[in-house]
Nanobody
Framework: QVQLIESGGGLVQTGGSLRLSCAAS????????MGWFRQAPGKEREFVAA????????YYADSVKGRFVISRDGAKNTMYLQMDGMKPEDTAVYYC???????????????WGQGTQVTVSL
């Protein structure tokens, strides 16, 4: 089993920055592909970014490419999402997830955090 806990959400103005963290415990952190997803009210959960188990490969949704950076620190068992140049449409609950073969599909991930709210004001 893997437990995931997100933190770092909050309120930010358009153009601002936030860094989300996802702390993992349980089985070996470095064994899993991990990802970030988000869900806005009335919308389906959508892929944001993912990182391979070793950290060498990263993947991004087109909507965040060039603005968000995903990373992981094996020593701290933590994954991060640095969000810059934020826009109101980034407003959502952000979830971290672990252990998937198909990186962009939420239902393929085995483990999920509880989510953290991110709100971007005009």
């Amino acid at each position: 089993q893997v437990q995931l806990i997100e933190s770092g959400g909050g309120l930010v103005q358009t153009g601002g920055s936030l860094r989300l963290s996802c702390a993992a415990s349980g089985r070996t952190f470095d064994s899993y592909t991990m990802g970030w997803f988000r869900q806005a009210p009335g919308k389906e959960r959508e892929f944001v970014a993912a990182i391979s188990w070793g950290g060498a490969d990263t993947y991004y949704a087109d909507s965040v490419k060039g603005r968000f950076v995903i990373s992981r620190d094996g020593a701290k068992n933590t994954m991060y999402l640095q969000m810059d140049g934020m826009k109101p449409e980034d407003t959502a609950v952000y979830y971290c997830a672990a252990d998937s073969v198909v990186i962009r599909i939420p239902s393929e991930y085995k483990y999920w955090g509880q989510g953290t709210q991110v709100t971007v004001s005009l």
